[in-house]
């Protein structure tokens, strides 16, 4: 064991009680009494260390575990307090649990998230920048899953919509997101987090929710992953999340962070088909 300057400074009882203690007070190795003052005025500095390493660390929380947890930590807190007991914001508009959706509107929110998965598969399928080619199959892909569904509503006698829209929120997503990937790893790489992990959490309580509601409790293939156990597929995507994003410096990190908002308002005004009745 190494005895460092510092550990004579701040012994605590343990140590004192350390046989190898013992020796070095013997031959008086430890701190000589005439520098007490010296002694104090180190320990002070080093707890001013200690603080400004502590601040540094408040600004990156979640950062020791991987970027996805820098992520979701900024992501939950953007959550209303009714949303997640992680969540900073004050409520706006009803509670899931008080939504009244309806089959239209529900079919709105699955149209528009199809644009979007859509959009999503085919830029890490184009991969503008290679680091993109890394999120293909992860076996967290919606489209395919969403054009069952569509299906399935459509064979029950449902019919989606007499035109295609020419501006939806699933439209002006969907194109933010194909210009932001052909110039902006970081940024891009936020909404893809955003959009599959928000589906995995919150996305699958509101679709549960809204079976209840609206379809006798059937379970869509959107809120099913046949590629594996979801939580393991969620974890490989961390895991490629986390080594992209150690090639990427501070201020790149601290940009796609910011992008979280962004995501959030997009995909807040798809959700707000199944929310507003109409
Ligand atoms: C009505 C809307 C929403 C509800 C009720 C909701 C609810 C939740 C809940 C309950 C969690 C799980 C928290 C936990 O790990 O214990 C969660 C996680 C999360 N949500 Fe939301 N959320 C909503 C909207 C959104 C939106 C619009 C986004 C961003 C586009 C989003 C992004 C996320 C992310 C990234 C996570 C973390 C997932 C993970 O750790 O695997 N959520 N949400």
């Not at 020791?64 to 914001?89: I, N, P, W, Y």
């Not at 201020?251 to 507003?276: N, P, R, V, Y």
């Amino acid at each position: 064991m190494a005895f460092t300057t510092t550990h004579a400074f701040t012994a605590q009882p343990p140590f004192k009680n350390h046989p190898q203690f013992a020796v070095l007070k013997s031959r008086q190795l430890l701190a000589p009494p005439i520098s007490t003052a010296l002694y104090r005025n180190k320990a002070r500095l080093f707890a001013v260390a200690a603080t400004a390493a502590a601040e540094k660390k408040k600004r990156y929380p979640g950062e020791t575990k991987g970027f996805v947890e820098e992520m979701r930590f900024v992501a939950m807190k953007l959550h209303t307090k009714d949303q997640s007991k992680e969540g900073e914001k004050e409520p706006a508009g009803k509670p899931v649990a008080k939504w009244e959706p309806t089959v239209e509107g529900y079919l709105k929110f699955l149209m528009d998230s199809k644009l979007v998965y859509d959009t999503l598969e085919r830029i890490v399928e184009k991969a503008a920048f290679p680091e993109y080619a890394e999120f293909r199959n992860t076996g967290l892909e919606r489209s395919e899953a969403l054009s069952k569904d569509l299906d399935w509503f459509i064979q029950q006698g449902h019919t989606l919509l007499p035109e295609p829209p020419s501006s939806s929120p699933g439209i002006s997503y969907a194109r933010y997101l194909e210009e932001l990937s052909e110039k902006d790893p970081p940024a891009f790489l936020c909404h893809f987090y955003n959009i599959y992990f928000a589906h995995s959490a919150g996305g699958r309580m509101i679709g549960r929710k809204v079976a209840e509601k609206i379809l006798n409790g059937k379970e869509l293939n959107f809120y099913r992953w046949e590629a594996g156990e979801l939580p393991e597929l969620l974890q490989n995507v961390r895991e490629k999340l986390n080594r992209v994003a150690q090639g990427w410096s501070r201020e790149e990190k601290d940009h796609c962070l910011e992008e979280t908002e962004k995501s959030f308002m997009f995909s807040g005004q798809i959700l707000q088909w199944i929310a507003s009745s109409s």
